[in-house]
Nanobody
Framework: VQLQASGGGLVQAGGSLRLSCAASGRTFSRYAMAWFRRAPGKKREFVAAVTGSGVKTDYEDSVKGRFTISRDNAKNTVFLQMNALQLEDTAVYFC?????????????????WGQGTQVTVSS
């Protein structure tokens, strides 16, 4: 399995970015996908997740109402639309794939990881 994340960059507070993660190597729709992030000096933390079917999603409290996770199973890609970005959202963002259709919120529940994409929010 390979995961390739993209879409990070530098954005002003209040702005938007859309991250993408392209997957290959196995049947994409069978597996839950998630986004995690690691801010400077902090541990990797859960951001959002979606089931293999795309029907069910979940979010970390601080991003609820601002971030939206979605997936296109025909294109083997998961997205993270990030709106109303805040300084605290600055981090390296990682996509991850679980070995099950249902998602989890812990780092150790995911077997495959993308390389990370930097998101920097400036004032």
């Amino acid at each position: 399995v390979q995961l390739q994340a993209s879409g990070g960059g530098l954005v002003q507070a209040g702005g938007s970015l859309r991250l993408s993660c392209a997957a290959s190597g196995r049947t994409f729709s069978r597996y839950a996908m998630a986004w995690f992030r690691r801010a400077p000096g902090k541990k990797r933390e859960f951001v959002a997740a979606v089931t293999g079917s795309g029907v069910k999603t979940d979010y970390e409290d601080s991003v609820k109402g601002r971030f939206t996770i979605s997936r296109d199973n025909a294109k083997n890609t998961v997205f993270l639309q990030m709106n109303a970005l805040q300084l605290e959202d600055t981090a390296v963002y990682f996509c991850a794939q679980r070995d099950y259709g249902s998602y989890g919120k812990n780092v150790n529940e995911y077997s495959y990881w993308g390389q990370g994409t930097q998101v920097t929010v400036s004032s």
